[in-house]
Nanobody
Framework: QVQLVESGGGLVQAGGSLKLSCAAS????????MGWYRQHPGKQRELVAT???????NYADSVKGRFTISRDNAKNTVYLQMNTLNPEDTAVYYC???????????????WGQGTQVTVSS
């Protein structure tokens, strides 16, 4: 079994910061790309940021310059540092990872349970 567990969400005032963490655990052989997505109420899930095992990053235009994604391969953990938050960043944030589990035959896509981020104006 492979699990992704997020932490760090909460309520923050506009202009503030939060840092999300997501730890992958279980029978993991290798992790490739990791990332963060978010879902606003009534809307589809959207990309926030991704990072490859080698550290190459990709960001949604709406968060460039404000959010920073990073990872610790030794801990199988990905982070999202969110600065200068605004009410439009309010959403449920989901961790995602491409993982090759032990005894698996291919990469599989895994998701965390989601963590709520609320930014008050």
């Amino acid at each position: 079994q492979v699990q992704l567990v997020e932490s760090g969400g909460g309520l923050v005032q506009a202009g503030g910061s939060l840092k999300l963490s997501c730890a992958a655990s279980g029978n993991i052989f290798s992790i490739n790309r990791m990332g963060w997505y978010r879902q606003h109420p009534g809307k589809q899930r959207e990309l926030v940021a991704t990072i490859t095992r080698g550290g190459s990053t990709n960001y949604a235009d709406s968060v460039k310059g404000r959010f920073t994604i990073s990872r610790d391969n030794a801990k199988n953990t990905v982070y999202l540092q969110m600065n200068t938050l605004n009410p439009e960043d309010t959403a449920v944030y989901y961790c995602n990872a491409d993982i090759w589990a032990v005894f698996a035959r291919s990469w599989s896509d895994y998701w965390g349970q989601g963590t709520q981020v609320t930014v008050s104006s």
